[in-house]
């Protein structure tokens, strides 16, 4: 396991450099990441190109024994060649095209901007092509940021009508698959069909037109993020090719993107992400106090395995929090601690590489409050010792393998698309808010988790979920109930196999395809606002949930939880059906916390795995290759019964924001609250 850092050569004075890179090799940094943003200093104006100042910043990184990240710097176009070329500029729903003065202000779709990328990336690797000091590469800059996936330009409006015309036979197929006899909206040509905009009923948009915009767009990243790759491949394939994505980021399909790197890389940034999350608490509250200096463990957990799931394998974090960050809506310093234990639960999961973002806070432009491992007068700041420290640890332990587990939580853009999109039903469902809650009690209970696409084999888990897998084609339900019966464990939760790929229902009630492996059907559902009551018993128990509830008619399964409340009182919740060697499941309710973890301890012990006792609030217990990371994210000392592991990192007690790591695996490790 190595750390990195990210530098900006181009915002120092020459003579600081040797300085800066001198006291990175100090802290054990490995990697020097360079370049994102720097397209106007490599091509000051059109076709006149300076390569040698970034050429002596990678020549110093390697002099100090230490390997250089390039990236293509296609993030921030320069004001030349806007004023040149506008058409590539970005152009929003209603219209308006972005303007210069940030960055992401281009369109995948451009066929300029396309070309005038080619270049600018043809230009730079002809430099740096063999150059022994270069390790790789990463893409752009964080596709997608600022709300940038999708555009609204005449660039799109053609190329989605081409989208189309390959994925329909011709345009009566497509009004027959969209269903658009529904208010008229049949088309008569691929050239009438429209990006989507503003409709008296936006609120309403045609489900089936925007779930295939969605796709669309998030295709046209994947196309031009292919065209960087085939680049950088061809001019030296010894480079690896990441690209750097965010937490719990939606309109863009990482397993797609993915396909074409060698790994997933992401920017994580705790206590930014824990206050976005639908499923923190309120950044205001006194209950999130504790977050505002840690994060979310669960959930920049989850991101971790997202991203390996997409390498299929380890991962990096390209840019890992270092300290404060521009306020959204605040900016706690993190705890003591912080910066590497963050490290440490990243490496946990399967990162190979940490880097930190930033080596030195900016004195100009958007980011200067923007946390730093050195503060902007170019002294050490907090991060610079703990770096070190994760970067000697890291020396400490062996090479090890990607981490993964035997339970794995399946994620579905697509899904995840037509839910938010205009089908939510009520403001508090959200995707990810209701994956996390199994992903939860999971990792409450020590179990490592994978987070994976519909189109891995799930014959590699003993235990597979599928969090509110909405739309569910006929292949896809067969390979998930021959996965339940060759002796899988499989749970479906709320709305999953309700409509088919197109977004629509079918003639039968859901789950469709999946009934007869479940053994029932869904015959009722509601979204619940806060205020009423929502009780359901589940094996001798009554428990709450929140947000949608169904009622399930059995035809064969067994009811194991009925509701409890409401009109639905009496009506089956909860259904388990054996089927073959194994057994599919359906949890109809969003669970509130004790009830998801009653659910995954009866899976789990279905599944034939081990069953920790609860873990203390905010630590857990994660397994890599045969060893185990204690993280203490709690404020409080726990102490580690290692069972007959041993502690190779820490201590048998575990200081609060502090972690160890065991020679062991997870499930004979006991926690608990030091006295």
Known sequence: MHTGVCYFPEHWPRERWSTDIERMADAGIEYVRMAEFAWNRMEPEPGTYDFEWLAEAVELVGDHGMKAVLCTPTATPPKWLLDEYPSVRRVEADGTPLEFGSRRHYCYNSPIYQRESRRIIERMVERFAGTDHVAGWQTDNEFG?????????????????????????????????????????????????????RTPANEQQHPSRMLDYMRFASDSVVEYNRLHVDILREADDSWFVTHNFMGDFEPLDAFDVTADLDFASWDSYPTLHAQQASDTPDPASKEAASLQRVGDPDLTGMNHDLYRGASDGAFWVMENQSGDIRAYPYSAEPADGMMRLWAHQAVAHGADTVSYFRWRRCT????????????????????????????????????????????????????????????????????????????????????????????????????????????????????????????????????????????????????????AALGARIVQHESLSPGLETRVSYQGD??????????????????????????????????????????????????????????????????????????????????????TWVTNFSAEEVSVNPGTGTVVLGEETVPGRDLAVVKGAAHEIEISIKK
């Open 145 to 197: 940021c600022h709300e940038t996936v999708r555009c609204y330009c005449e660039n799109c409006e053609t190329a989605f009508r081409t989208w189309l015309r390959e994925d329909y036979d011709d345009i009566e197929a497509l009004n027959d698959k969209w269903g658009n006899a529904f208010w008229s909206q049949e088309y008569n040509s691929f050239a009438e069909v429209d990006l989507p905009g």
């Open 364 to 515: 100009f432009g958007q980011e200067q409050y923007w946390g730093a491992l050195n503060n902007y007068d170019g002294l050490p700041d907090r991060g610079v010792v703990e770096a070190a420290d994760a970067a000697a640890d890291f020396d400490e332990l062996p090479d090890l393998d990607a981490t993964s587990g035997d339970v794995a939580i399946v994620l579905d853009y697509d899904s995840m698309w037509a839910l938010h999109d205009n089908e939510r039903h009520t403001p508090d469902f959200d995707y990810w808010a209701h994956m996390r809650a199994y992903y939860r009690a999971l990792r409450s209970r020590g179990v490592t988790v994978d987070v994976v696409p519909t189109a891995t084999d799930f014959d590699e888990y003993s235990a597979v979920i599928t969090p509110s897998l909405h739309l569910v084609d006929d292949s896809l339900a067969s390979r998930l109930a021959a996965y339940a019966e060759r002796g899988g464990e499989l749970l479906l939760t709320i709305r999953t196999a309700t409509k088919n790929e197109y977004d629509r229902f079918r003639d039968e009630l859901a789950p469709g395809p999946l009934s």
């Open 542 to 627: 009554v428990y709450n949930y929140r947000t949608w509830g169904e009622w399930i008619q059995p035809e064969g399964a067994t009811v194991v939880g009925q509701h409890e409340s409401g009109v639905g009182a009496s009506e089956p919740a909860i259904v388990r059906n054996e089927h073959g060697e194994g057994h599919v499941a359906y949890v109809g309710v969003w669970p509130e916390a004790a009830l998801t973890d009653a659910l995954m301890v009866a899976l789990l012990e279905r599944a034939d795995l081990p069953v920790n006792e609860q873990l203390p609030d905010n630590v857990r217990l994660t397994e890599r290759d045969g060893y």
